[in-house]
């Protein structure tokens, strides 16, 4: 009774896999959630490049601090250069991230195509033939290792986009989220200090023609310092973007392969 049971079970697998197959419904599904984690890559890029380009007009711009008649000139792409050399970097990582997503939905399209569809039917035909006709065959072997194949082939890409998806919903997107809000404020108070000079006493062209007093100085100093933490906050958001976008298409991925 148990070869029995463990046929039918084992036929009863094959089956609906092959129905999944032709019904499509997972493939779109998978398609679509690919689709979805592209598109928010693109608008990560978009961001960081808009980032990148704000900071560039801005590294020309320098702070003049007068303490008691003596003069310093502070340069704000003294402060900025760490956080631009860190996005120009990251942008190459976007577009590979991106690359790779683009590259996961052309696959998914082609996998879900009538002739591997048609294969895998043709092999899982093949395959419970053998199973339920001359189990200890040595063809058995063979025709089993081909099916296996086939489906693995058929569903590897399907499957990665599912768990990717999964890992992504559960675990990523609140992260990159929060990192993209981060580097759109960062871009939009660096523009404001270029484009408003009477909005905001935190301007960078305001702060360069500030009268010469110590307190003055002071007020100057501070506001450099909250410059500096600002970018190195923002550093530590990319950082995360960059576990993020590591994760969906390289680890998950990898450990699909791997399983």
Known sequence: MRQPLKSSLITLLVVGLVGVCWHGGLDRHAEQATEKTFNRALATFAVARTL??????AQGTEIAITPVGVGVAL???EILDPLNDLIERFSWLLLIASASLGTQILLTQIF???WLNALVTVTSIAFLTSL?????GKAHGLITRVALITLFTRFTVVATALLTTWVDAAF???RQTQAE???TTTTRQIESMREDPQADPELLDQLSSWMDS????LDVRAQVNRLKLRAESTIGEIINLIVV???QTVLVPVAVLML
């Open 75 to 77: 340069k704000v792409g």
């Open 181 to 183: 809000t981060q580097i």
């Open 112 to 114: 879900s195509e009538v």
């Open 132 to 136: 339920w006709a001359w189990p200890a």
């Open 245 to 247: 976008f590591f994760v």
């Open 214 to 217: 110590g307190r003055q100085a």
């Open 52 to 57: 990148n380009g704000v900071i560039s007009v």
């Open 172 to 174: 990523l997107e609140p």
